[in-house]
């Protein structure tokens, strides 16, 4: 269970990398940080041992930094183009969903709260600027990947049905997928999952030419 509930969460690697290639700081940071959490607290919590703190507290990291990559997602998804007005946005988000998980971590509503709250700026962008023109192959990609998600998100909610907590697991592991073409939906980019690897050596090897010639 330590094995398959952590490092299921690692199939966002590509994720992580897409938002290197286009660097998107904020993004990747939270990115790496929820992913740590996540992993560090399923490893813990299987094992029923400690590193560094208690299971319970590397839950509430986790429940930080998710909270927070659903709120970047709905951010990416608006219409608007500005970088400067992305990143206001991400770090209200952070806060405000620091302060909601430190009041109470386990009370749905302040799990809830911060979604809605973006989802509803998300509705207000569309209305006033236009929904922008999504690219379908990745959306039906993404759709796909999270109506199974939910469906195994669903399923391990109950933790005694769930052996070894394989449903959970699969839910990690899609999501993780997921959330690539989820980020190029709304994007003037079309790096497929399995090339990610060869883009990232691209953008790299890029990068040294600059720098040599400078």
Same mark, same amino acid.
């Given at each position: 269970?330590?094995?398959?509930?952590?490092?299921?969460?690692?199939?966002?690697?590509?994720?992580?990398?897409?938002?290197?290639?286009?660097?998107?700081?904020?993004?990747?940071?939270?990115?790496?940080?929820?992913?740590?959490?996540?992993?560090?607290?399923?490893?813990?919590?299987?094992?029923?041992?400690?590193?560094?703190?208690?299971?319970?507290?590397?839950?509430? =990291?986790?429940?930080?930094? *998710?909270?927070?990559?659903?709120? &970047?997602?709905?951010? $990416? #998804?608006?219409?608007?183009?500005?970088? /400067?007005?992305?990143?206001?946005?991400?770090?209200?988000?952070?806060?405000?969903?620091?302060?909601?998980?430190?009041?109470?971590?386990?009370?749905?509503?302040?799990?809830?709260?911060?979604?809605?709250?973006?989802?509803?700026?998300?509705?207000?962008?569309?209305?006033?600027?236009?929904?922008?023109?999504?690219?379908?192959?990745?959306?039906?990609?993404?759709?796909?990947?999270?109506?199974?998600?939910?469906?195994?998100?669903?399923?391990?909610?109950?933790?005694?049905?769930?052996? =070894?907590?394989?449903?959970? *697991?699969?839910?990690?592991?899609? &999501?993780?997928?997921? $959330? #690539?073409?989820?980020?190029?939906?709304? /994007?003037?980019?079309?790096?497929?999952?399995?090339?990610?690897?060869?883009?990232?050596?691209?953008?790299?090897?890029?990068?040294?030419?600059?720098?040599?010639?400078?």
């Amino acid at each position: 269970m330590a094995i398959i509930t952590g490092f299921s969460n690692f199939t966002c690697i590509p994720t992580i990398l897409l938002n290197i290639i286009w660097r998107r700081n904020f993004e990747f940071y939270i990115s790496v940080f929820t992913m740590i959490a996540s992993f560090m607290y399923h490893f813990t919590e299987s094992l029923n041992i400690e590193i560094y703190m208690e299971p319970g507290k590397w839950h509430i =990291l986790d429940n930080i930094g *998710s909270i927070c990559c659903i709120n &970047m997602l709905l951010i $990416s #998804f608006m219409n608007s183009k500005s970088e /400067e007005k992305r990143m206001k946005l991400n770090i209200i988000s952070l806060l405000f969903i620091i302060v909601l998980q430190t009041e109470n971590p386990w009370d749905l509503f302040n799990t809830i709260l911060p979604i809605v709250c973006f989802g509803c700026l998300l509705i207000y962008d569309y209305l006033t600027n236009g929904v922008p023109n999504f690219n379908l192959k990745d959306l039906a990609r993404a759709l796909s990947l999270l109506v199974v998600a939910l469906a195994m998100f669903v399923k391990g909610l109950d933790e005694h049905s769930d052996y =070894l907590r394989i449903a959970h *697991s699969f839910w990690h592991f899609l &999501m993780g997928i997921g $959330s #690539f073409y989820l980020y190029q939906m709304n /994007e003037n980019s079309n790096i497929e999952f399995s090339n990610i690897l060869q883009e990232y050596n691209a953008f790299i090897k890029s990068n040294d030419e600059k720098k040599s010639k400078i």
